[in-house]
């Protein structure tokens, strides 16, 4: 078989290496398109086609993090007369966006997997916020994507305000590239064109209302719509599907997202430093090890802040984040726990029904 196709939908060594690693079953390999409950929606070098979760699998995987989303590459077995293929693990992800779970709920809600550029989406117009922003780029980052920043619907301010909105972002030691864009005068428009590539995949993140569809139905226009077949198949773009992970006819890949309004900041450890590149190389220069920039003497970051070096703002963003990212980590790290607990006793349940 010939994976040549199969790397147009991203497929490449990396991932190759991970399914030696990963899959120990018979079976090709599929990106999932999209996720119906317990239906998954493949593409392969062929064809779209859907296909189950292994009975396996099923029962093996506890947490919904561990479950095929959007855009990861699954092990799939299907002969050709079967009506659904069979998913038997996920390939590893080599980016995977994650947000908190609605409401109280510590678990992690994957959105989409394997996705290498998001754009963060936000209107100039009454939605810029900056430190959305920057919970944006913590989560994108956290994650292994690399963060762009989109500013819309520039036609509605002035450009006095557009131009205060990016500085705003550079001063917060925000370094991400930035395009900025209008539907309804199309500028920026080819900008954004330029900068998406092949094989790649994009996904667009943002508050309701920002015009994430409006962006994706504008690129799925310019490529002269081909919609990887699915439309073929009876499951059209306006089905209870809510991902979905569209192929161009340029071969761009996009993921289309619904409002996203709560966008938690799950372990966003990795992506705390990387969007806070400036305290954290500070904190090298400060007197203790372990400083943690609150009250300790000797403090370069809380020196840098007195002179004005590092705004009030970017610093007070800076704590919160990380009390929050703290407090998600603990408390998921503790809901893993009892999970794994509870895997492991209704196993030994099953078993002593068995009588083994
Ligand atoms: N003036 C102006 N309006 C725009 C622009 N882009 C989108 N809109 C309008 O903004 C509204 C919301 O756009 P959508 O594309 O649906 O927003 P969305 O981000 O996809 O929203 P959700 O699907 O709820 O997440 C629509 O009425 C669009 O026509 C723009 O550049 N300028
Ligand atoms: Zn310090």
Known sequence: ??????????????????????????GTYGRVAAVDRELFL???????????????YRHGSVSSSQLPCVGDW???????ADQFGVVHCIVGRRTSL???????????????????????????????NLKRLERYLVMVMDGGAVPHILLTKTDLVEPEVLSAQLAQIRSAGIDAPVLTLSHVTKEGIDELQRVLLPRNTYCFVGSSGVG????????IGHAALETHGVSGTGEGRHTTVRRELIVLANGVMVIDN????????????GGIEASYSDIVSLSSQCHFRDCTHTNEPGCAVL???????ISADHYDNFLKLRRESEHHQASYAEKRKKDKEFGRYIKSAKKDLKGE
């Open 42 to 56: 493949l593409i392969n070098e062929s064809e779209v086609f859907r296909a189950k979760l292994s009975g396996k």
């Open 74 to 80: 699954v092990c799939v077995e299907k002969a050709p």
């Open 212 to 219: 994430k569809s409006t962006i994706i139905n504008e690129l």
């Open 98 to 128: 994650r947000r908190k779970m609605a409401g109280a709920s510590v678990d992690e809600q994957m959105v989409a997997a394997n996705v290498d550029v998001v754009f963060i989406v936000q209107s100039c117009h009454y939605d810029f």
């Open 258 to 269: 619904p409002g996203m309004r709560e966008f938690g900041i799950l372990g966003a450890g």
């Open 1 to 26: 078989m010939s994976n040549s196709k199969l790397e147009a939908l991203g497929w490449d060594d990396w991932f190759a290496e991970h399914a030696k690693i990963d899959c120990h079953s018979a």
């Open 303 to 309: 020196k840098a802040m007195e002179s004005g070096r």
